[in-house]
């Protein structure tokens, strides 16, 4: 049964400490994106992978997040440091990339309450 | 605005009555999706539809597609108890720089199906 996973699945952190969020896209797909969800915002694009390089991140504050995929089944999502509007639920998901946009698969989310 | 905008906003009906949700959407797509999204978990893929079909089932779901008027409606007939959630459509889009794609997810719309 292949699925995205994602640790941890809660996380408190207080203002200003880092937290690094974790992403296992499903074995095979070469596309990774990271979403953030809030209840005013909605699910917001913050950045994708196609193939381990980054393709948009524009959607990412520069400044306090980074994104990276060390490796083909491990995709990281950096916030440092932290601030309390970062409190949200953050998605990543995975897609066999093509010619046209595909069906995603999401993981169960990392909910982030930053205090 | 790339964003889909689902309608309405919510809806609450019995079990066994057919739910109608609606997107519509303002430039043109590739591709248009829906998701389903139950509280507290990752998004769920229901269905797609390409830019060049004009309807599609699966199972209870059916979905159309009106390029010309830039709308597209999700229906699910026969809803269960079960069918409770949020669904989402998202426009798929391909952008012109090596070929990658983007989704672009609405707001969503809370269904509640009463037993």
């Known amino acids: 049964d292949a699925r995205v996973t994602q640790t941890p699945r809660h996380k408190v952190t207080e203002m200003g400490q880092e937290v690094t969020m974790r992403c296992q896209p499903i074995?095979?797909?070469?596309?990774v994106f990271w979403y953030r969800q809030t209840m005013m915002q909605g699910l917001e694009l913050l950045a994708y992978?196609?193939?381990?390089?980054?393709?948009?991140d524009s959607g990412m504050p520069k400044d306090r997040f980074s994104a990276e995929m060390p490796d083909a089944t491990l995709a990281t999502l950096k916030i440092q440091p932290s601030e309390p509007r970062d409190s949200a639920v953050y998605f990543c998901?995975?897609?066999?990339?093509?010619?046209?946009?595909?069906?995603?698969?999401f993981g169960p989310g990392t909910r982030l309450t930053v205090t | 605005s790339q964003q889909g905008e689902e309608d309405p906003q919510a809806l609450s009906i019995q079990e066994g009555e057919n739910a109608t949700m609606n997107c519509s959407y303002k430039t043109s797509i590739n591709n248009l999706q829906w998701y389903r999204q139950n509280s507290g978990r990752g998004l769920v893929h229901l269905i797609l539809?390409?830019?060049?079909?004009r309807e599609k089932h699966s199972g209870r779901l059916r979905v159309t597609l009106d390029t010309s008027k830039k709308s597209s409606s999700l229906l699910i007939t026969a809803s269960r108890a079960a069918d409770t959630a949020s669904y989402f459509c998202a426009t798929g889009y391909l952008l012109t720089q090596g070929g990658s794609e983007k989704l672009v997810f609405g707001k969503g719309m809370k269904l509640t199906v009463n037993p």
């Open positions: 992978f196609r193939n381990r390089a980054p393709l948009d």
């Open positions: 074995l095979g797909h070469n596309t």
């Open positions: 539809i390409r830019s060049n079909e």
């Open positions: 998901a995975s897609a066999l990339g093509g010619l046209a946009p595909r069906e995603q698969y």
